[in-house]
């Protein structure tokens, strides 16, 4: 009797031994899983998705497993708040997400607070990282950067057409339309109109019936592709000839599915595609195989959560402060994106911004290819 309750006794001392050796890293990924820009959110989760199935199966973060959880904030800032204060609840580590600016940035600072690290594939508001937290990074480039690449080369393409600059009042949409449509004034080129929009509108046929009577050829929109998709096809509907142009916000093929042929010719700037790059080949072909093109930010959400995975190897800590830490001290980290270096505030090292178009493919349907 008295062996068998030593027994006892050293398996449950083992047990716990165990459970403490190889706990959990919890993290999160969160974004729009629901709603119209449901799009994005799904790039987000299966790259987070992926990247986790990946390193778990590598051995994990420092030898313990990452397990994910999935946070929906619908593009909604009081939703963000919710979903950032369950996953506090939760005990999350670390986060993959927002990717919305208007919802990272507030989501950021119960994060802090908190002790989390947050690493965004897709918020590009300079605001995210410039408020001096100790734990915003990003995998994306900035709205500073991408509107001067922007705002430059519509000076230099557009220089004598009448160009509309429209935003839907959103944190990411104003902000991008603003810092495009100041480098675009640097350049000597002004703007025939400037106007703000709602989200969630559905009949633009005021705005463009204004941009008629202004003879207006040049659409820059600051905003996400739903909104984008319906100026597209009601001005050809309305025979507004006019090419619209914008930002990282319309990189989501459901665009040529609102927009239709009318979407022909439409410009956006993006990072270099890393679908593209040689060594993720096999990675696409993965995704591929599943059923799930990784367009976009898809590999931007895996390469968080290798930055992340990296920069805690190189702390040989999971601790989120300590990776924090090491984000900015111990780069380059190796990632889908190529070679990711940390300044002081969080935004990484990254190629330019470049020029796309959107065109018809082999296919038949109509996709974003890279111009420049």
Known sequence: MRKSLLSAVALAALVAFSGSAWADVLMGVAG?????????????????????????????????????????????PKQGISVAN???????????????????????????????????????????????LWNTFRTCGRDDQQGSIAGAYLASNFKEAKIAVIHDKTTYGQGLADETKKAMNAAGVTEVMYEGVNVGDKDFSALIAKMKEAGVSIIYWGGLHTEAGLIIRQAADQGLKATLV????????????????????????????????????????????????????????????????????????????????????????????????????????????????WKKGDDGKYTYVQKM
């Open 32 to 76: 729009p899983i629901t709603g119209p820009n449901a799009a994005f959110g799904a790039q987000l989760q299966k790259g987070a998705e992926q990247a986790v199935a990946d390193i778990n199966a590598a051995g994990g973060m420092n030898g313990e497993q990452i397990k994910l959880t999935i946070g929906d904030d619908v593009s909604d």
């Open 86 to 132: 369950k996953f506090v609840g939760d005990g999350v580590k670390f986060v993959v997400g927002h990717f919305n600016s208007g919802v990272s940035i507030p989501a950021s600072e119960v994060y802090a607070e908190n002790g989390i690290l947050e690493i965004t594939p897709a918020a590009t508001n300079p605001q995210f990282t410039e408020r001096g």
């Open 246 to 357: 914008s930002g990282d916000g319309i990189v989501s093929n459901e665009l040529a599915s609102i927009a239709g042929d009318a979407v022909a010719g439409t410009l956006n700037t993006f990072g270099p595609d890393p679908r593209l790059i040689p060594t993720n080949k096999e990675l696409v072909e993965k995704f591929r195989a599943q059923g799930f093109e990784p367009e976009a930010y898809t590999l931007y959400s895996y390469a968080a959560v290798q930055a992340i995975v990296a920069a805690a190897t190189a702390a040989k800590s999971n601790d989120p402060q300590e990776v924090a830490k090491s984000l900015k001290a111990n780069g380059p980290f190796k990632t889908v994106l190529g070679d990711l270096s940390y300044d002081e505030k969080g935004d990484p090292t990254l190629p330019g911004y470049v020029m796309y178009e």
